[in-house]
């Protein structure tokens, strides 16, 4: 169980900043088209500061590419993202510096050593010195990776990877902590602890715009939840408001996913085909 009181909760505690409007996230009409294709279709979105906002959807939905527009990866190809009231589009350095980024795939600098990338990370941030270093080695020691400190990532197993990563994104201290698959390469561990951590990070002021395929975490984390299909929103609210949506009763948030995404369609086919193997 993660301890969320000392070092640790202080680590995952957002700065003082200017709190600017209630709203931590906001997406206004954005879309994203390649040549011909449209990713994501004028998407409109709001994330309430203090919350864990679950992003779902089917592959080739659009996730991956709000989650990358969000955290400025991507632009827009109209629209606009506002990061605690500021404009990512035409405030970049600084809506990018309230946000944490952790993408699915641990791409990492195999020839430095975790602490060295950590501080490599805190500088692009423009952060250096002491206060860096007590924070490297809290992060280090919150997942247990104290001991591997100065050993090349090369020698990293995946699930270190991705912790490094996960620390990667918290070094500078962000407001809001965009994450896409965070659960893949850990073990129950580390995912547990994960968990907690966005739960300590939210108590203490933060924001988390977590995207996952793990209907299960979405569902126990995530204080309000929305869908996305074919790049539009067809689903959004809290579990509850879910259920009404759907017309779902008690149901978990699997059932609604497949009611509303067309899977449950799919399912009668796979039980079809197995009674007709059967036979």
């Not at 035409?90 to 791409?107: F, L, M, N, Q």
């Not at 250096?128 to 990293?156: H, N």
């Not at 790049?231 to 978990?252: C, K, N, P, S």
Request: glycine share 12%; charged share 25%; aromatic share 6%.
């Amino acid at each position: 169980m993660f301890e969320s009181s000392g070092a640790h909760s202080a680590v995952l505690t957002p700065p003082s900043r200017d709190a600017g409007p209630g709203e931590m996230l906001e997406l206004r009409h954005v879309r994203k088209s390649y040549g011909s294709f449209v990713a994501v279709k004028g998407l409109d979105l709001s994330v309430h500061r203090g919350e864990i906002f679950g992003f779902l959807g089917p592959n080739g939905a659009g996730k991956t590419t709000t989650i990358r527009m969000v955290a400025g990866v991507l632009r827009p190809s109209s629209g606009r993202i506002l990061v605690g009231g500021d404009d990512l589009g035409r405030e970049p350095e600084r809506a990018k510096s309230r946000v944490g980024y952790i993408p699915d795939r641990p791409y990492l600098y195999d020839k430095l050593s975790g602490g060295e990338f950590l501080r490599f990370v805190a500088g692009l941030w423009g952060r250096e010195g002491d206060e860096v270093e007590r924070r490297v080695d809290r992060l280090l020691e919150l997942f247990q990776l104290a001991p591997w400190k100065d050993e090349l990532i090369e020698s990293y197993s995946h699930g270190m990877r991705q912790k490094v990563l996960i620390s990667s994104a918290l070094i500078h201290q962000p407001e809001l902590i965009v994450v896409d698959e965070p659960m893949v390469g850990l073990d129950p561990r580390s995912a547990r602890l994960l968990k907690d951590l966005f739960r300590t990070f939210v108590a203490n002021g933060g924001t988390v715009f977590l995207s996952t395929h793990t209907l299960e975490v979405a569902e126990a984390l995530c204080d309000r939840i929305a869908i996305i299909s074919q790049g539009e929103v067809i689903a959004f609210g809290t579990m509850d408001e879910l259920r009404e949506q759907a017309h779902a009763g008690g149901a978990h948030l699997e059932e609604i996913f497949l009611k509303v995404t067309g899977g449950e369609a799919m399912n009668d086919i796979i039980e079809g085909l197995r009674e007709a193997i059967a036979r």
